[in-house]
């Protein structure tokens, strides 16, 4: 599917672990309620979902939610084949944010993927625009429990490594099933 060429279209690549919130997350940002038929849909999905929107301040967006990483029941090579199609329908734009999904802690094999991903679908400068989204996080809107939760990740070695690619760049969000409203 062929984006209009005069119009310029930003691409948000959404990744993380199956069950991480990457589909809620992506029904908040576009403010749909996970219930009606144009929502993404949650977990357990083989191939990546895609919806363009059209944001009245910033212009035009297309978001993809990708498949979930480390779901046993779909093979490794399938859900990097689809990843590699879902990178290639961002390059037709080219990417304007990668969002890596989390719910809790990022593992060494999670960075890892992430890590694996960079190197086989997206380029060596991915980590400029990308940015930890971590879901379920209650205290959302308290900027001192966000920044010591920062803080302790930078205790562990493996994100001591991984933040400063990402320029330390974190967002907690508490998306536990429900959808964008004004009040946020």
């Known amino acids: 599917m062929n984006d209009p060429p005069s119009i310029m ?3 948000v690549l959404v990744v993380g672990i199956t069950g991480s919130g990457k589909s809620t997350l ?17 977990s357990r999905k083989t191939r ?3 919806r363009r929107f059209k944001c009245k301040t ?6 993809v939610d990708t498949v979930g990483l480390g779901d046993t029941s779909v093979p490794p090579s399938v859900v990097y084949r689809d990843l590699a199609e879902a990178c290639d329908e961002c390059a037709k734009t080219g990417i304007a944010q990668v969002l890596l999904v989390t719910r809790g802690r990022l593992t060494r094999e999670q960075v890892d993927a992430f890590e694996n991903i960079s190197k086989m679908l997206l380029d060596e400068h991915m980590w400029a625009y990308t940015t930890l989204i971590r879901t379920d996080y209650g205290p959302f809107m308290d900027k001192d429990f966000c920044a010591e939760d920062i803080k302790d990740m930078l205790d562990r070695p493996v994100m001591r490594e991984f933040l400063p690619k990402i320029g330390n760049r974190v967002i907690h ?7 964008a409203t004004s009040e946020w």
């Open 48 to 50: 990546s979902e895609l």
């Open 9 to 11: 279209i930003r691409t």
């Open 58 to 63: 910033i212009g035009h967006w297309k978001i």
């Open 173 to 179: 969000v508490d998306n536990q099933g429900r959808y």
């Open 26 to 42: 992506c029904n908040c940002l576009l403010e749909i309620d996970p219930e009606s038929d144009g929502a993404f849909r949650e």
